[in-house]
């Protein structure tokens, strides 16, 4: 089979093409057939080894993808061969650990793409309990852009952020790949959404999306702008997909007692904020990592109701995996791109 693979750390060009033995499934365990595979900025950032300094390699880049059951192992009930399937992005190796929660915390996690061998591939062998069925009605594409933004955009909105409707929500990049996502998400629970863009062309993408008030740092004041939109109290929750220097700026913008969900670090991983502006004000900061499936369950739900739509921007040959990566890295992206390994 063929895969995208990295041999080291580095530059975009370290993707290449191998052919690698496909497996075959052990009991308890399926094969998925990989039709599309999510490409997230997450990649990008493992890729260039800023999330961990050491890697078995040969490694495979990607947490998410849709597919199709090409062979169960023995044991596995409940699904059939040729069945659609999407992969759960993020799940325990042991499955005595299937109840700890929240599931990152689980002593055998692991991340396709990061802790075990990830999804730019044609076959994945994973346990059949890290698969669910793909109800959505969606096309392969779309469906392999839900994974990662769904699962982690509900547990940082829905779970970390306790949105709830009548709140009024800041999301911070929102024609990001997870940005797009959890924009519908706040909507879904009934909520009001401001979103950070920069440019007009984005702009316009994230208020189709849903976004109440849509604002352009380039030429626009954040935090002005969210106290105008607010009657001069803050956002509820916000959810900066940013940090660097923009985390402040965050801070500024929600409300007394609410709450700042660091979800990302896109602006830079090193954050500097005045101390006072966030325990004067009770507000609360707190991170956002991972997901558990209950989290893309109900993600999935909304989307078959039609109250979540997938935000897919482009599809790739597995061989592009890496012009991807600098589209991503360039932030030349609406939404989500995907690669389809038998194209």
């Known amino acids: 089979m063929k895969a995208a693979v990295i041999e080291k750390f580095g530059d975009f060009d370290t993707l290449q093409i191998k052919e690698l033995e496909t497996p075959s499934p052990k009991a308890g365990y399926v094969l998925v057939k990989i039709l599309a595979s999510g490409v997230n900025l997450l990649d990008h950032y493992i890729r260039k080894g800023e999330i961990v300094s050491e890697l078995p390699f040969p490694h495979i880049l990607g947490a998410d993808a849709a597919g199709e059951i090409a062979q169960l192992g023995e044991g596995v009930n409940g699904f059939n061969e040729g069945e659609r399937v999407i992969i759960v992005p993020g799940f325990p190796g042991d499955e005595s650990h299937l109840d700890i929660r929240p599931t990152a915390t689980a002593p ?27 109800n959505t009605g969606l096309t392969v594409e779309e469906s392999a852009t839900l994974g990662v933004p769904l699962a982690t955009g509900v547990h940082a909105v829905k779970g970390v952020g306790e949105d709830k409707a009548g709140d009024k929500v800041l999301i911070q990049n929102g024609a990001s790949g997870s940005g797009s996502i959890q924009i519908q998400i706040a909507k879904a629970l009934g909520a009001e959404v401001a979103t950070t863009v920069r440019s007009d062309e984005k702009a316009a993408y994230a208020k189709s999306l849903g976004a109440d008030l849509v604002i352009n740092t380039t030429n626009e004041d954040l935090v002005v702008k969210v106290q105008e939109w607010t009657g001069g109290t803050g956002a509820d929750v916000t959810i900066d997909n940013l ?10 913008a929600t409300k007394a007692t609410g709450i700042i969900v660091a979800f990302g670090f896109t602006a830079g991983p090193e954050v500097k904020f005045d101390i006072r502006s966030l325990f004067f004000g009770l ?33 790739f040959l597995l061989s592009e995996a890496g012009d991807v990566h600098k589209l991503l890295a360039e932030g030349k992206v609406k939404g989500s791109h995907v690669l389809l390994p038998w194209a």
């Open 283 to 315: 507000k609360q900061l707190r991170g956002s990592m991972a997901s558990d499936v209950e989290h893309l369950n109900w993600g999935l739900e909304q989307v078959a109701a039609g109250k979540i739509k997938p935000t897919l921007d482009g599809t």
């Open 108 to 134: 055998s996690f692991g991340l396709p793409g990061l802790h075990i061998p990830g999804t730019y591939v044609q076959y994945m062998e994973v346990p059949a309990y890290a698969i669910v069925k793909d």
């Open 243 to 252: 940090g660097g220097d923009v985390l402040a700026q965050s801070i500024n």
